[in-house]
């Protein structure tokens, strides 16, 4: 049982910022890679960031410099810290969770992929 609840989108003119959070609920051991992707109308949907277990970060080229992934394993949680914020970040913004392993109750270990949660939404005014 493996649940992704994502918070923090709302609207916000250009120049503006907005922390973006994505917590796992569940019987959770370990989660190896956070991503977050976003989704434009009329445009494909598009890796933001991603942070693994082992520390190592990746970045859009539209974002660097402008966002910053961080996560909290106590908490089992990701963050998205999103400043200097432009119109071209208007999105629904989308949580992965990939290689989950928790506990099902009467069952044991299983491990779950790809797991999303179901987005958030930014809106960037110029």
């Known amino acids: 049982q493996v649940q992704l609840v994502e918070s923090g989108g709302d609207l916000v003119q250009a120049g503006g910022s907005l922390r973006l959070s994505c917590a796992a609920s569940?019987?959770?051991?370990?989660?190896?890679?956070w991503t977050w992707d976003r989704q434009s109308l009329g445009k494909q949907r598009e890796r933001v960031a991603s942070?693994?277990?082992?520390?190592?970060?990746s970045y859009a080229d539209s974002v660097k410099g402008r966002f910053t992934i961080s996560r909290d394993d106590v908490k089992r949680t990701v963050y998205l810290q999103m400043h200097d914020l432009k119109p071209e970040d208007t999105a629904v913004y989308y949580c992965?969770?990939?290689?989950?392993?928790?506990?099902?109750?009467?069952?044991?270990?299983?491990?779950?992929?790809?797991?999303w949660g179901e987005g958030t939404q930014v809106a960037v005014s110029s």
């Open positions: 569940g019987s959770i051991l370990s989660i190896n890679t």
């Open positions: 992965n969770a990939d290689r989950i392993l928790f506990r099902e109750p009467g069952v044991g270990e299983k491990v779950a992929v790809d797991y």
């Open positions: 942070i693994s277990s082992d520390g190592s970060i």
